[in-house]
């Protein structure tokens, strides 16, 4: 068993006393130890291991206060009359003569307790004390409480009065305390059968340490991670922003690079360019958000003619290159605004802005953001999640380019299991869907892709093809974070912020 220097320390004082228990007080007068803190911090480490054991006992004593202190010096204000009286060879004094010997406020009570205590009387205006050595047992057990200060030793019937007496006049106090009693356990009376040697130990290994070649003489104590220590809770990141951070991590280390682009899109970039035709059902008012101020929005009108001549005949540039959706396309329709749905747009959007000179080079960025999709909020949809979007743009990147990418991106965010089936998007072909296994759970749908289609593509000018997917972060959010519930995560209770533990790569 590994042990700190000071634990070593607590045990010697044990082995080399033979005693089995010792009070903390006791410990901490011991060299060794020095202060009642570390030796409490050294039992608990101790009684952590199972070495020894610690005993509390409550314990009330009493304490002497400052008047009490001085009634013992100097007597209690009666005994100071008779000493008086004593002295002058007299047995009486008249109660009007008594300032001469004591203070005024110690006056009446000194009288009150002759009294009571039946030591003296009065006798026309004088006080009379017979026996003027006579024995009180309040001062008694006053002297005796400045020895022992256990308040059970004075729980006798006896006592109790003078006790409340003494208490009253404000010779005494009550106080509590607690008594701490540090056992060696079966197991720690073994340990110390064995020598226990102390050898200076340090925990850090400082410059100072090696110049000096000191670090041969220590004894370098190895971290013990298993103390236990009380919970601390340090600000940190939003497990979403986590989520967000890992998985932007691992794409700028697979050589992506990322953009961004705003919230509010015409449907022209949201849905057109990306030959979604403007009667798709996903268009309409179950998905999309459709936004009443701004309510229109720019289209650059060259790029609308070329789009609209493909959505309507599959043309590009005077050549049939596709069946099209033969419907009748509709400008004011690519002009309304919407909250994006998916961050295909902002892949599409970077494409389009190449110019002549950076689309003869490869490309991969991608996208992380929030998308907005009119849902029923329930345990997993949301009307406003994040999606993460790539793409690769190069001279001749295929469909196991794809597979082999998304393949890697998955492995990395921990993910080793993956399945792919083929899937319909309306600007991809081929277009797949990636599921993973998860222990426990089965197989779970975790992102689209695709090869973009040559209708999306020619009419924004790109002629290399260009691979893409997109994946849902919320869904990657309640995996790592263990929800069953996506509104949880947006919900911010405190204390699952405080204790949520985000574990990447699962
Ligand atoms: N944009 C699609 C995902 C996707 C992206 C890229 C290629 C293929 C599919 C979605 O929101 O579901």
Known sequence: MELHIDEKKLLKIFQDSGKEEFNVKELAENELMGSETKVMRTALWLSGKGLVEIIENKKEYIKLTERGEKALNEGFPERKIANYLKEKGINSIPIKDLNKILDKSEIS?????????????????????????????????????????????????????????????????????????????????????????????????????????????????????????????????????????????????????????????????????????????????????????????????????????????????????????????????????????????????????????EKNGAHKVFCIDRVFRNEAIDYKHLPEFYQCEGIIMDEDVNFDNLMGILIEFLKRLGFDKVRVRPSYFPFTEPSLEAEVYLEGKGWLELLGAGMFRPEVLKPIGIEKPVLAWGIGLSRLAMLRLGLNDIRELHRNELNWLKKVKYRANI
């Open 109 to 357: 009570p000194a009288l009150g307790n002759l009294k009571k205590k039946k030591i003296a009387r009065i006798d026309k205006g004088n006080i009379v004390i017979d026996d003027l050595d006579y024995v009180d047992e309040e001062e008694e057990l006053l002297k005796k409480i400045k020895t022992n200060n256990n308040l059970k030793e004075y729980n006798n019937v006896d006592n109790k009065k003078a006790i409340d007496n003494l208490k009253k006049r404000g010779f005494i106090e009550i106080e509590e305390d607690i008594d701490r009693i540090i056992k060696l356990t079966e197991k720690g009376k073994e340990f110390i059968k064995n020598p226990i040697e102390i050898k200076e130990e340090i925990s850090q290994l400082t410059r100072e340490h090696i110049i000096s070649g000191k670090w041969k003489e220590y004894h370098i104590r190895p971290y013990d991670v298993n103390i236990p220590t009380e919970d601390i809770y340090p600000a940190k990141l939003h497990p979403m922003t986590r989520v967000i951070h890992e998985v932007k991590d691992i794409l700028i280390g697979m050589g992506f690079k990322e953009v961004k682009n705003p919230i509010v899109e015409t449907e022209f970039w949201n849905f057109d360019v990306l030959f979604e035709p403007q009667d798709h059902p996903a268009r309409d008012m179950q998905d999309t958000f459709f936004l009443r101020y701004p309510n229109k929005g720019d289209v650059p009108s060259e790029l609308l003619k070329k789009v609209k001549e493909m959505h309507e005949k599959g043309i590009f540039n005077g050549e049939k290159i596709s069946k099209g959706w033969n419907y009748k396309f509709d400008e004011n329709i690519s002009k309304r605004t919407v909250l994006r749905t998916h961050t295909t747009v902002s892949s599409i959007k970077y494409l389009a802005s190449l110019s002549d000179e």
